[in-house]
């Protein structure tokens, strides 16, 4: 029964490739559709708009997360001592740090996960500012040299289609 399931997705996909492929196969007879790619990944990771705006989080982020780097340290240290008083202490002192120890911890694990929230959401928001300026570009360029589609996702690409450049140039002035 898998078996069946799995033969009918991949004749249903080639099914799909050949419906595709039989609108550009009229094309090509008259004029071949001129195809882009877009790597959506180096635009995040190279653009200068990307870089400024990675600049401007850690920029915002970075007193949090010393914060929660003294946090930790904190923690740490308290645990040390904990672990080399425990022979020496008495029972309810080795009770109160181990109190005072947890209730540092569940803090330190609070305000961990709200930073990383946030960060998230603010590396969320930037890359969205990013990826429509990059969709106007790609748009702009697909317009004026006249691609008939621009892809941003694919399993392979050929070098030969990637205006990736193109894209990251524009971005850059």
């Known amino acids: 029964m898998k078996s069946f399931n799995i033969t009918s997705k991949i004749l249903g996909h080639m099914a799909l490739a050949a419906a595709l492929l039989v609108p550009m196969a009229g094309l090509h007879a008259q004029d071949a559709a001129k195809v882009g790619f877009v790597n ?15 600049a401007k989080i850690e920029q915002e982020f ?15 240290s308290m645990s040390d001592r904990l672990d080399k008083d425990t022979a020496i202490i008495a029972e309810s002192e080795r009770l109160k740090r181990q109190r005072e120890l947890a209730d540092l911890d569940k803090e330190f694990q ?9 960060l998230n959401q603010r590396k969320n928001e930037e890359l969205s500012l990013i990826l429509d300026r990059a969709n106007k570009v790609i748009r702009q360029i697909a317009e004026a040299e006249k691609y008939d589609i621009v892809f941003q996702e694919a399993v392979y690409f050929s070098p030969r289609i990637d205006i990736t450049d193109k894209v990251l140039k524009a971005l850059n002035k």
């Open 110 to 118: 609070r305000k961990q996960r709200e930073f990383r929230e946030d």
């Open 62 to 76: 970075s007193r949090r997360e010393k914060e929660l780097q003294e946090l930790a340290a904190r923690l740490k």
């Open 40 to 54: 959506t990944e180096r635009i995040f990771r190279e653009a200068l708009p990307a870089k400024q705006a990675t």
